[in-house]
């Protein structure tokens, strides 16, 4: 199994304060992805990163921002958490295969 | 652009019975293909992948896939359910740009009866 971890596992938060979720990988990839899974839509893409301090936007970027300071950490930051983003966040790094993505465990977000 | 359709959102069987998962893509090249599936509470795992090698994909835990490039299809089968196979299945299309991003159906869930 790819080593990928996030944290937190699970958060409850309040409309209107900021959350940060992280990705941490030991495999050395170049590229991650931050994705949100909500029932009826699958995965959708977020934000993506293809290097250290490359970053760039998904299909649902809007209220959400990254950074990724270092190869094995990708952050996901909600400025201002608004009830549209209860959610469950995913991370996922490409591995050997190119473009093969492999998943993080996953983050249960509620926001009140 | 690319995408695909999975044709059930719910399927149920009983088990030791085949199990069919339908995903129909769309593409203006011969796409990379993927099949993920989720146990409830858990991440997603890579149940097999297409990338024009082989029309007829084997995977993990018995489950294969064909390519039908005619058909524009990539369904999932299995020829004997187990109650294990109870979970969220996932077609997913490789966007085929230098990043990578890939595109997800909305999803299958199995349920498997005793």
């Known amino acids: 199994d790819a080593g990928i971890t996030q944290s937190p596992r699970h958060k409850v938060t309040e409309t209107g304060t900021p959350v940060t979720l992280r990705c941490h990988q030991t495999?050395?990839?170049?590229?991650m992805y931050w994705y949100r899974q909500d029932p009826g839509h699958g995965l959708r893409l977020i934000h993506y990163?293809?290097?250290?301090?490359?970053?760039d936007k998904g299909e649902v970027s809007d209220g959400y921002s990254v950074s990724r300071s270092k190869t094995e950490d990708f952050l996901l930051t909600l400025e201002s958490a608004t009830s549209s983003q209860t959610s469950v966040y995913f991370c996922?790094?490409?591995?050997?295969?190119?473009?093969?993505?492999?998943f993080g465990p996953g983050t249960r977000l509620l926001v009140l | 652009a690319q995408s695909v359709t999975q044709l059930d959102s719910h399927v149920s069987v009983s088990e030791g019975t085949p199990v069919l998962l339908r995903c129909n893509y769309s593409s203006s090249y011969s796409p990379s293909l993927f099949w993920y599936v989720q146990h409830p509470n858990k991440g997603l795992q890579l149940l097999l992948k297409y990338t024009s090698a082989a029309t007829l994909v084997k995977g993990i835990n018995g489950f294969e896939a064909e390519f039908k490039k005619s058909e524009t299809s990539f369904h999932l089968t299995k020829p004997s359910a187990h109650m294990s196979d109870a979970a969220e299945y996932f077609c997913?299309?490789?966007?085929?740009?230098?990043?990578?991003?890939?595109?997800f159906g909305a999803g299958t869930t199995v349920t498997v009866r005793a």
């Open positions: 996922a790094i490409t591995g050997g295969g190119g473009e093969t993505q492999y």
């Open positions: 997913v299309v490789s966007l085929g740009s230098n990043d990578y991003k890939l595109s």
């Open positions: 990163s293809y290097g250290v301090k490359d970053t």
């Open positions: 495999e050395n990839h170049r590229y």
